[in-house]
Structures are given as structure tokens and as C-alpha cells.
């Protein structure tokens, strides 16, 4: 009884001085990892980046989880990454809620397409009134006549219209709803712009990757995701009509020409809520890296400066096949400018 | 073996590991083993009271993280039907409803199929019938073939509990692709032609009331066999030949006397199923739609209080996390509710049966 | 004397027969009368509803075979999750940090578990014992994702980041009431004739709980501890913003470190499954069946050692 008892309480006792052995400094003096997590709008990108990053440096480890804007702007004020990612920027009072400081950093841009899932209708032509009135759920059937006006030749069914949006706080939806703000005033008043939109109507997914899946899955509906995830799929997307009454389809040109109509101010966030120009796509947004001022070790600080930098630079040219807009040269000038903000404590 | 047991006990290598020494049992205890006693019974007051800690902490921390939107929304956030984080209007009654609906659906969809399954275990069709193909075969005294009825029993049985082992998210993933295809035609002509019936209200596009019930019912329904199933066993032997020795048919004496006196254990069964139910998150996030929609129809999507927590949680700033903390505060107090009803409801069986 | 009449012996219409001319026909089984057709009606309908009860276990199992089979490959087990629009890749992270983090929970709680159900056991129906079980059944129906908050509330918030800890944490939560109760249910299930003979022979209760009952209910606490092990694996909620997810092995560069993110099957079949890449997706059914096929072989192990100490007595 004795020895036996004596080596069972001995292993009870061990538990409770386990995770004090684990958790001796993890990395070794040369491996920096870093945490990031944030929009699911850029995560392909980021992912296809930071994988080609770690493992072109022996010394750094790079991971980044999709979980949406809202969540990795929540990350970065509890300190749990070492930097976030969100379409939606960062307002004013959350960045107060960092004691170091953050830096924005704008590091690829993209359009928001409205994907649709009908059989039968390709180049389905959506005017202003028409995609604002379904996303406001007045119009709640296919074949309604402000959608039928728009598409003479084709055959719209009479369906009723699945509209699919975001469960999750997200910076694609900020994008969306501070678009239809500015060309419907009904939309303005009654939802407005915000990360997570109190919509009148639809069924909610989570991430661009849900509400992607759920496009997919069911017939009749409609949702805003980013434009790569809806090329990549090979779903047919929307031509919706700009503030010049062209109906303009979502490409790297008309992307282009959307974030021209917008200058670039001094702290780097900006928004085309509607861009004036006549080949410009409606809905385009950039997407900014957040990064803390100031870094515990000079190691993570200086691995964080090269990221950014291999994101404007090298990573650049994988944007394009991605679905994503590349960066205007004026804005890489400036967002590489901006990395000595970041530096050890 | 001459340590003073059971004639038919047969050694184990557990035993070795605490085996006496010879006379440590028969001798006095040294002062050594009176404290080893009072050491090992202290340390498992204190786990046992750890255990009971760790629950009071757990509703504690959620109670004082809850307390200013209690004290910011008051009762209104129970009625409320509005759910906006921009205008800070916030109102749980559609999660509410949606849970208290899917629940209880499901516990009627759950409850019939898992007793049926109980009472087909505790009476042994599947046994008799095939010992009755064996008898024709005369193959019923083999001594390998004799053993299929008995292994078929149990091999049954452990299929039913195995439908639990099956995690929640593989569960979500079935419901989408297999479930949701599989009936959205019949429920859209349902739509069609009893629409005005106000369950069948709306139409199917996807996630819904329906598949998420139907989910959850198969989830619930090993829970509810299980414990049945052990309280219709239990049920003395001489009760059943006396209703048999009376006349009854198999099925009257299920009915009249083998369900009564085991219904102690299947409403604990029921009720322990209502608060999984209750608590499900994945399956239901993934299924229910998500919508803050309240209504009885069966086709439209609607949300759960676990839904709500599962999908809001990650981006909540603080001031929303007190909001979702009173939320959890609401669904702990119903399951909390449903566990001291059905305490009660057993007690007061207890007490009116005449043993 | 039994006259042959179309092949069948019949009754003889002896006078010296006492059973002439009787009817038997109403001692017979009849499916005209009222009560035995509802009794055989009834029957039928418990064995469809029981067989249908059954319909979605090989239905799931089935899916899984078929749309998680084709992509379940060797090199699923040895490579890292792919980025999107990334071919090939595998999820052997994932299996490492599921076993790593469901091992963790084990230790902290089986422990604790066992004890707590010993006490139980000992202190039968005392007001503590009686709340603790209460408190016990209450915990049973905890809904995953408060397990998840709370962890996040109390390990992930004060540590500074998302950790194997933290999701071992909010797993121990939700397996510990189905070890207590388990275990309590084991430990009295020891017949008392045992001991007592032990109580008689001088043993003190330790002795008694060490030599004779733990020893005798140590299959039935196994069996509960492989259902609590079956549950936590497939648990994803808990994990959402406890563990995280990572995309590396746990090993970087030499060292093993828990204190960071961690992969696991549950996370990675939530998040790939959603996703609208199909190499992702046919991952996450390769995953969803190695997560079903190590959760069904933990139940198996549990009901094949429950029956194996159930068959002594």
C-alpha cells in the first residue's frame, strides 16, 4: 500500500507542478513567432503570404487566423496577437484602448462582389435602387420588376430571394453597409454603416468563407463576399450600376479606378464610399495589417518591419492571381514610409 | 489467492498494484495508516468541494460579469425583440423562444423514438426473433450460434449508444449536406399546399427550425435510451408474470404496468436530455440560421441563446461582453430551471408510489 | 384413436374424448381480435421507429466514408494545413494537438474526478453529497461554448494569449461531471458483501477504498473516462478562443511549447468546412473521419471494459 500509495498521490501532486516546467521560454534565442488574426477578406492572401514567408526565414515563424475583423481588432486591444488585420480600419476609441499605440498599414485592396446563385441567368445587371431595395428586404422576389427592368433578355424565375449577410462582426460588412448609406438614404437612416448591421433581412454565416458556402448551397440567394473568393468558386457575380449609370463588373481595372477617386490622407485609412468615376466598381475597399508601436523584444519588432515590408513588395505580385488589386504605387511609398513607427520598447 | 474474498474472485493485475503486505489489514492500524486515512479522506473532501466550487465559481463569474447590462437593461432585455450593437438596443426574446422551440421539438421527436428504442431493447424483440430463426434452423443450442442472440442484443444496444459519441460539428456537417437536401423538397411542397397552417409558414431555403430539431432530437435520443432502457430493466421480474398470469398481451403490461413504475427513471432520462438540449451549441449554430425571427414556423431560420453566445462572442467589445454574459446568465437559469423541475417531478413520483 | 383426415391427424369423435367438439380456436393467437392485432401493431411500430433510430449513425458514418475516404492518405497525417488555393496539405497538426489537449484535461481531470466520486460514494446521502451530485447533473448540460467563455475569462485573459492550457481547461469543465457520476455509479455498483469483509478484517476506509473497491470499480471509472475522452475530443466550441488554431506543429524548431495557440480536428473540420476552396473542404471530411473514427474506437474501448467488469459479479 505504502510505496504504490505514496507514487498515486506523487502524481496528483505533479500535476499541479506540470505547467511550471512547461512553460519555460518557448522560443530559443533565434525563432520569433508571430501571432496574427483578423478579416477573413484578405485571409487567402495573407495565408498564401506569410506561408512562403516562414518558409523562406529560418528564424521566423509567421501564423495568422481568419476571424474576422471585429475579432482581430478585439485581439489586438487584448493583447492575445502580436498583430491584427481589419477592412473596417480601427476607430478612433479602440486605438485609445492601446496604451503602445498602433500602426496602420493598407496592404492590398479588393472589391466586394454581390455573388448570386440562380440557374439559368448569367450577367445579371442589379441597378442602384435594385440591390439597395434588397438589402433593405423591400424587394423580396427574383422576377420583381426593378431587377427585371435592368435584365431584358433574361428569365428571371419567380423566387424568393435568400439574401445571405455576416454573423460576425466584420469589416466586409462595414464596407457594404457604409456604400448602400451613401446611395440609399432609407438604408442610411433606418441600418447604417457598422461592422455589424442590424439587417432586415437574411440569413447569417460566418466569415466570407460562410457566407460563400451558403451562396453555393442554396438556390435563389444572393451575398456580398470578396471578389477572390467569388472567382475562385467560379460564381457568377453581379454587374452593379455606379454612381455614372454604368453597369460596371468587378475586375482589376474597375477595382483600380475606384481606389484612384480616393486620396490617400496622412494615417492611411480612407474610404470610396462611392466613387465618382465613370469605369469605377461601386463597392472596393482596402485592408490594413495592425500593428503595435512599440514590441516587448527588439527581435519581434524588427521580424514585424520585414513582414510588412515583404507584404508592399514581394507579396504584392501574388495579389492579382489571388483576386485581389494591387497597391498603387503612391500608397506602397507611403505605407513602407510608415514602418520605422514600429520599434522595440 | 488467500487474501479472505469472494470464492469465484480471480486475480487481476490490478490487484498486485495494491497488494498488502501480509497482516497490514488484520494488525491495528499504525499511527502511520490512521493518518494516510485522515489525509486521503481530507484530500477528497477537498476535491469534492473543489468540484462544488468550480460550479459556483463558473455561475459566479458570469453573474458579476453580468451585472452591469442587469443593471443597464433590466427586464427589458428579456421582452426585448430587437438585437442591435450600434444603437446598444439589445433583447433576447427571439433567442429565447428559439431555444425554449428547438428544445422542446426535439424532446418530443427525441422522447418517442428513444423510448420506442428503449422498450425494443428491455423486451428483447430483436433476441426472440432471432433465436426463433435459430429454433427452426435447430441451431439454437450451438454452442457458437447459440450466443447470437444475446451478442445481436448487445451489439444493438451499444449502436444506439454509439449515436452519441458522434461529435457536434460532424453532426452540423450532416444536417447541411445530407438533411437539408433530403427534405427541403417535401417542405417546400408542404409550403405550398398547407400554407396556412402556422407551421408551415414560410419556405425552406436552408437552415432552419426543422433540420436543427431534427439534429438535435438524434443527439438526445441515446441519453433518453439509455437511461430508460436501465429503468425498464430494473423493473422487478414478478410484476411482468403477474400481469402476464392476469392475461394481459405484451404490450399491455408495457403500457399499463412496466412504463408507470419505471417512469422515475425515464422523466430523469427526459429531463437530462432537455438540459443537453438546452446547452447544444455547434449543431445548432451551424443549422439553426441564425435569424432574430420569432414565429412557429418549421421552415424559417431562427437563433439560440448558444447560437447567439457561439457566434457574437469572439468580436464582442467589454461593454457587449456584459451584454452576452447576462444572456448565458438566462440560459444557465433555465437549465437550472429544468434540472430542479425535473428533481422535483421525480421526488413527488417517489413519493406517491406505493412500493 | 386418431383418424387421418387430409394428411392431419384430428380429434376422434370418440365419445371417451373429453376435448370433442371443443373450439380452440380463441386459445389460439389471432390477429382478428382486437388486442392482438394492436399488440403486433404496436411491435411493428417500435421496431421501424427503432430501426429508423438507427438510419442517421450509418447514414453519418457513411457520408464520412465517402467524402472523407478518398482524401485519407498517408501524407494527410504528416503535412501541414494548406493556405487557401494551396493543393495537397494534410492535418497531422491537428490530430498531435487534439490528442495533446484532450491528455492535459485528463490529467487535470481524472484526478479530481475519481476523488470527488470516492467522497460521494463515502458520504452517500449527506446534504454536501446531495449538491455536489446535484451540481454535478446541472454541469452535465453545461452548453460548451460558456466552458469556452469562462476559460477565456480565466486563463486566456490573464496568461496574455490562447493556449493548449486554456483549451485543456474548458475541456476538464465539461468531462468532469460525466467522470464523477460514472465513477460514483462504479464505486457503489462493488457488492457490499466485499467491503464489509474488509471493514470486518480491520481495514481502515482508505484501505478499503485502495484495496478493495477502487480496484473493483476500475473498469466502470475507465468507461467513464473513455465517454468523458470520446466527448471532449469532438468538442469545438470550447476551443473556438481558448486553443485558437495554428497552422504549425506544436514543435517549432526544437522545442515543444503549449503556451500558444494549438491546432485541433474539431476547429479545423468547423473552420475548413465552411470554406469555399475544395481542397479545404474534402480536408475537412478526411479530418471529420478521423475524429469520428477515434472517438467511436475510445467509446468502443469504454463499453468493452465496462462489460468486461460488469460479466464478475
Redesign the interface.
Known amino acids: ?2 510505496a ?2 505514496v507514487a498515486m498521490f506523487a502524481i496528483v501532486a505533479g500535476v499541479a507542478v506540470f505547467p511550471a516546467c512547461s512553460s519555460a521560454p518557448a522560443e530559443s534565442t533565434n525563432t520569433v513567432k508571430l501571432q496574427g488574426a483578423g478579416a477573413s477578406f484578405p485571409a487567402p492572401l495573407y495565408t498564401k503570404w506569410f506561408k512562403s514567408y516562414t518558409t523562406a526565414h529560418q528564424n521566423v515563424l509567421v501564423d495568422y487566423q481568419s ?5 482581430g ?2 485581439s489586438v486591444i487584448d493583447h492575445t496577437v502580436d498583430f491584427g488585420a481589419s477592412d473596417a480600419a480601427m476607430k478612433a476609441e479602440d486605438m485609445a484602448k492601446v496604451p503602445e499605440g498602433v500602426q496602420l498599414f493598407p496592404m492590398t485592396a479588393g472589391s466586394i462582389v454581390l455573388a448570386y446563385n440562380l440557374q439559368g441567368v448569367s450577367d445579371l445587371k442589379l441597378s442602384r435602387k435594385a440591390y439597395s431595395g434588397i438589402f433593405l428586404g423591400q424587394i423580396t422576389r427574383w422576377n420583381d420588376k426593378a431587377i427585371a427592368d435592368a435584365n431584358p433578355g433574361a428569365k428571371l424565375p419567380d423566387l ?1 430571394i ?1 439574401v445571405v449577410v455576416r ?3 466584420s469589416g466586409t460588412s462595414f464596407v457594404v453597409s457604409q456604400h448602400l448609406s451613401a446611395i440609399n438614404d432609407d438604408f442610411g437612416k433606418t441600418v ?1 454603416a ?5 439587417w432586415p433581412t ?5 466569415g466570407n468563407e460562410g457566407v460563400t458556402a ?1 451562396i453555393l ?2 438556390p ?2 444572393i451575398g456580398y463576399i470578396e471578389y477572390g473568393y467569388a472567382k475562385s468558386q467560379m460564381m457568377p457575380m453581379a454587374m452593379l450600376e455606379n454612381k455614372s449609370g454604368k453597369f460596371v463588373q468587378a475586375s482589376t481595372a474597375s477595382g483600380q479606378a475606384a481606389l484612384a477617386s480616393a486620396a490617400l490622407p496622412d494615417d492611411m485609412i480612407v474610404w470610396a464610399k462611392d466613387p465618382d468615376v465613370p469605369d469605377a466598381y461601386p463597392i472596393v475597399t482596402y485592408t490594413w495589417l495592425i500593428c503595435y508601436k512599440k514590441y516587448p523584444s527588439k527581435d519581434k519588432a524588427q521580424a514585424v518591419q520585414e513582414l510588412v515590408k515583404y507584404g508592399l513588395t514581394e507579396g504584392q505580385k501574388a495579389a492579382e492571381t489571388l483576386g485581389y488589386i494591387p497597391l498603387p504605387d503612391a500608397v506602397v511609398t507611403k505605407a513602407t514610409s510608415a514602418i520605422q513607427n514600429v520599434s522595440a520598447q | 489467492m488467500s487474501r ?3 470464492a469465484s ?1 480471480t486475480a ?1 493485475p ?2 498486485i ?2 497488494e ?2 501480509p497482516g ?6 499504525s499511527a ?3 493518518a ?2 485522515r489525509a ?2 481530507t ?3 477537498t ?2 468541494l ?3 466550487g ?3 465559481f ?1 455561475v459566479a ?2 453573474t458579476v ?1 453580468a451585472v452591469p447590462a442587469v443593471q443597464r437593461y433590466g427586464v427589458s432585455f428579456l421582452v426585448g425583440r ?6 446598444e438596443r439589445y433583447g433576447i426574446l427571439a433567442e429565447t423562444w428559439g431555444t425554449l422551440y428547438t428544445s422542446t421539438l426535439a424532446l418530443i421527436l427525441g422522447t ?3 423510448l ?2 428503449a ?3 428491455s423486451e428483447g ?1 430483436l433476441g426472440h426473433a432471432v433465436f426463433r430463426v435459430l429454433r427452426r434452423l435447430r441451431l439454437h443450442l450451438h454452442p457458437v450460434w447459440g450466443k447470437l442472440p444475446d451478442q445481436l442484443e ?1 451489439l ?1 444496444k ?6 452519441a ?7 452540423g ?2 444536417g ?3 438533411v437539408i437536401p433530403l427534405i427541403r423538397p417535401m417542405c417546400n411542397w408542404l409550403h405550398l399546399k398547407v400554407g396556412w397552417i402556422p407551421f408551415f409558414a414560410t ?1 425552406l ?3 432552419g427550425v426543422l433540420p436543427a430539431v431534427l439534429v438535435l432530437s ?1 443527439m438526445i ?1 441515446p441519453t433518453i ?1 439509455a437511461i430508460s432502457r436501465d429503468a425498464l430493466v430494473s423493473v422487478p421480474a414478478k410484476l411482468r408474470m403477474a400481469a402476464y398470469g392476469l392475461g394481459a ?4 403490461t408495457v403500457l399499463a404496468v412496466i412504463l408507470p413504475t419505471a417512469s422515475r427513471g425515464i422523466v430523469g432520462g427526459v429531463v ?1 436530455a ?3 438540449a ?5 449543431a445548432l ?1 451551424m443549422l439553426v ?3 432574430n425571427r420569432i414565429g412557429l414556423s418549421l421552415f424559417s ?1 431562427a437563433n439560440t ?2 447560437a447567439l ?9 467589454t461593454r457587449q461582453v456584459s451584454v ?2 447576462y444572456a ?1 446568465l438566462v ?2 437559469a433555465i ?2 430551471a ?2 430542479i423541475i425535473g ?1 422535483l417531478i421525480i421526488e413527488r413520483a417517489s413519493l406517491a408510489r406505493v412500493d | 384413436m386418431a383418424v387421418r383426415q387430409n394428411g392431419r391427424p384430428t380429434i376422434s369423435a370418440d365419445a371417451l374424448d373429453p376435448f370433442a367438439g371443443v373450439d380452440f380456436s380463441h386459445l389460439e393467437r389471432s390477429l382478428r381480435r382486437p ?2 392485432l ?2 403486433f401493431l ?2 411493428a ?3 421501424t ?2 430501426l ?3 438510419v ?2 450509418f ?2 458514418v457513411l ?2 466514408l465517402w ?1 472523407g475516404g478518398q482524401r485519407l492518405r498517408l501524407s494527410v497525417f504528416t503535412e501541414l494545413p494548406p493556405a487557401p488555393l494551396e493543393q495537397g496539405g494534410g492535418f497531422g497538426n491537428a490530430v498531435i494537438g487534439t490528442l495533446i489537449i484532450v491528455a492535459l484535461a485528463v490529467i487535470v481531470t481524472v ?3 475519481v ?2 466520486a ?3 460514494a ?2 452517500r446521502e449527506s446534504r ?2 446531495g ?2 451530485r ?13 466552458a469556452g ?2 476559460a477565456y ?2 486563463i486566456v485573459l490573464t496568461t496574455g494569449g490562447y493556449s493548449a492550457f486554456a483549451g485543456a481547461a474548458a475541456l476538464s ?1 465539461l468531462m ?1 461531471p460525466t467522470i ?1 457520476l460514472t465513477s460514483e455509479d462504479a464505486i457503489r455498483m462493488v ?1 457490499n ?2 467491503t464489509d ?2 471493514v470486518g ?7 478499503v ?4 473497491s ?2 473493483t470499480a ?1 473498469p466502470g471509472i475507465l468507461t467513464g473516462v473513455m465517454l468523458a475522452v ?1 466527448r471532449a ?5 470550447p476551443l ?2 481558448t486553443a485558437l488554431f495554428s497552422n504549425y506543429w506544436l514543435w517549432s524548431r526544437g522545442q515543444v511549447n503549449l503556451k500558444q495557440p494549438t491546432a485541433s480536428l ?1 476547429v479545423l ?2 473552420n475548413f ?1 465552411g470554406m469555399p476552396f475544395p481542397n479545404q473542404v474534402t480536408l ?2 478526411g479530418a ?1 473521419l478521423v ?2 473514427l477515434l ?2 474506437g ?3 474501448i469504454g ?1 468493452s471494459l465496462s ?1 468486461r467488469g460488469a460479466r ?1 459479479f
Open positions: 500500500m505504502t504504490r500509495a476571424v474576422g475583423s471585429g475579432s481588432v478585439k424568393p435568400n454573423a460576425d462582426s447604417g457598422n461592422t455589424m448591421p442590424n437574411g440569413t447569417k454565416s460566418k451558403s448551397s442554396t435563389g440567394s | 479472505g474474498l469472494s474472485y487481476r490490478s490487484d498494484l495494491f498488502p503486505r497490514e489489514i488484520t494488525q491495528a492500524p502511520m495508516q490512521i494516510m486515512d486521503f479522506r484530500l477528497c473532501v476535491f469534492a473543489f468540484t462544488l468550480l460550479v459556483v463558473i463569474r458570469i460579469s430587437v438585437w442591435d450593437p450600434n444603437t418517442a423514438f428513444g420506442a428504442a422498450v425494443f431493447l424483440y448487445h444493438l451499444n449502436l444506439i449508444e454509439l449515436l459519441a458522434i461529435p457536434s460539428v460532424v453532426y456537417l450532416w447541411l449536406f445530407v419556405d431555403s436552408g437552415p438524434i435520443l435510451t398481451t405484451r404490450w399491455e437530462l432537455f438540459g443537453r438546452l446547452g447544444e451549441t455547434m449554430a440560421g441564425n435569424a431560420p441563446l448558444s453566445l457561439a457566434n457574437t462572442f469572439p468580436e464582442a467589445s452576452l454574459m448565458a440560459l444557465l437549465t437550472l429544468v434540472n428533481a | 388486442r392482438t394492436v399488440d404496436l411491435t411500430l417500435v421496431t421507429m427503432t429508423l433510430a438507427l442517421p449513425l447514414s453519418v457520408m464520412l467524402r484526478p479530481v474526478g476523488l470527488t470516492v467522497y460521494l463515502q458520504a454536501l453529497a449538491a455536489i446535484f451540481c454535478a447533473k446541472v454541469l452535465t448540460g453545461f452548453p460548451s461554448i460558456l467563455v469562462f475569462g480565466a469543465i468532469l464523477v457488492p458483501r466485499m469483509a474488509a478484517m480491520g481495514a481502515t476506509p482508505t484501505q477504498m485502495w484495496m478493495v477502487l480496484p476500475l470520446a475530443a469532438g468538442e469545438t466550441a473556438l478562443f474539431a473540420i468547423y468546412a475537412a471530411w471529420a475524429l469520428v472517438v467511436l475510445a467509446n468502443l463499453q462489460s464478475q
